[in-house]
């Protein structure tokens, strides 16, 4: 896989600080995307760009075994104005490696991050992940998210 730049970009949504020690990232994701679909959020959301769902993993207190940060949003054109409640980010210029999900969701996002996080030869930057939950996330078995994990040059 070769890497590839991806420029600065901003997104506002709803977070969570998580761990993946003992599964617990996977119940405070599941429950903010429960927010997040059960409060319309995506209809919260000024100045969007377009309406493909980010996840975005930041904030590493190490690696993917220590807390860091998860964020269900949008893409947005500015953080000038961030709903009271919700978290706007700057997600800055860096080398990317892009993996594709594809199957039956969250199974295949799953299973995407599981193939991550036991790679060893993926020279993760640990700045910031994010998925994207474009026009084919809701394509039931033939699904696709792209996952994108920042890399050092």
């Known amino acids: 896989m070769h890497n590839q730049i991806i420029q600065k970009f901003y997104v506002i949504g709803i977070s969570i600080r998580t761990t993946n020690e003992n599964g617990q990232s996977a119940k405070d994701?599941?429950?903010?995307?429960?927010?997040?679909?059960?409060?319309?959020?995506?209809?919260?959301?000024p100045n969007k760009v377009n309406d493909d769902i980010y996840a975005v993993y930041t904030d590493y207190e190490t690696d993917f075994t220590g807390p860091y940060s998860a964020i269900i949003g949008l893409p947005v054109s500015s953080l000038e104005t961030i709903p009271e409640g919700f978290t706007g980010i700057t997600i800055e210029k860096a080398a990317y490696q892009k993996f594709v999900s594809r199957g039956k969701m969250p199974e295949a996002i799953f299973n995407t991050w599981v193939e991550i996080w036991q790679n060893t030869n993926l020279n993760r930057a640990y700045k910031t992940d994010f998925t994207v939950h474009g026009k084919k996330y809701n394509n039931g078995d033939q699904s696709e998210v792209e996952t994108f994990i920042s890399v050092k040059e």
């Open 29 to 45: 994701i599941e429950t903010v995307w429960g927010k997040f679909w059960g409060e319309q959020i995506q209809n919260q959301i």
